[in-house]
Nanobody
Framework: VQLQASGGGLVQAGGSLRLSCAAS????????MGWFRQAPGKEREFVAV????????YYADSVKGRVTISRDNAKNTVYLQMNSLKPEDAAVYYC???????????????????WGQGTQVTVSS
């Protein structure tokens, strides 16, 4: 699976962005899809995940209530709608695909098999 993230940019605090991640291949619907982010000098951190069926989603506490992950299996695309953005949301955002997540390790980057190249989100205060 090849992943291509897009939609990042510069936004003022309080604004919104929608990130997209397009996947190649015919098996998109068999993967759980996640978003992670990495700010300069910090470790990569989990943002959100949507299970392959699209029926369940999980969010990091830091974004819960402000971010919505969704997927369109017909378009091989996963989205991350981000609202009420804060300066601390600024980071490179990566989409990732996992064939299988063991237990509840949704927030572990090592559970994901494929990664996109990242898209930069900058939030001005």
């Amino acid at each position: 699976v090849q992943l291509q993230a897009s939609g990042g940019g510069l936004v003022q605090a309080g604004g919104s962005l929608r990130l997209s991640c397009a996947a190649s291949g015919r098996t998109f619907s068999s993967y759980h899809m996640g978003w992670f982010r990495q700010a300069p000098g910090k470790e990569r951190e989990f943002v959100a995940v949507i299970r392959r069926s699209g029926g369940s989603t999980y969010y990091a506490d830091s974004v819960k209530g402000r971010v919505t992950i969704s997927r369109d299996n017909a378009k091989n695309t996963v989205y991350l709608q981000m609202n009420s953005l804060k300066p601390e949301d600024a980071a490179v955002y990566y989409c990732a695909a996992s064939a299988e997540v063991y237990g509840n390790r949704w927030d572990r980057s090592d559970e994901y098999d494929y990664w996109g190249q990242g898209t930069q989100v900058t939030v001005s205060s």
